[in-house]
């Protein structure tokens, strides 16, 4: 019977020739870090903002109920009051909804912003690690050429 090649001590010697850097790793993990924290940052701003405009919104609809739940002279002054805060209740809304709106195009321009940047970091990143890894494939396949000499 024919016996089989081991191949473990070739692929051995082949990937001890071939060092594992992982600083790029490393360095993938935190510029990863980085982009969240910002993005997480661009989301809890846009938040806070929501908040406020919500908060205002139900003060601004608060106050102008005051004078619905007031007892009236005669029956057409409750739906006068009634008219009135509709009327007011519609500015408000559109008032809050435009504030809303500007809070929403803010985010977008930010995320778009940073999606950007990332990219072209990323792709600067990736040209410097393609250069690196072609440099030690390089050197490694000389290393193992001369070794098999």
Known sequence: MTK??????????????????????????????????????????????????????????????????????????????????????AEVSAENMAAFAEVAKKVQMDTMELLMAAGKEAQEDATVAVKKATAQASTATKKAAAAAK
Do not use: C, N
């Open 4 to 89: 089989s090649t081991d191949f473990t001590k070739y692929m051995t010697d082949m990937m001890g020739m071939m060092p594992v850097d992982t600083s790029a790793m490393q360095d993938a993990f935190k510029t990863q870090a980085a982009f969240a924290e910002k993005m997480s940052k661009v989301a809890l701003d846009a938040a806070e903002q929501s908040a406020e405009i919500s908060h205002k919104w139900t003060r601004e609809t608060l106050s102008k109920m005051g004078p619905v739940a007031t007892v009236k002279e005669d029956a057409s002054d409750y739906a006068k009051a009634m008219t009135d805060f509709a009327s007011a209740y």
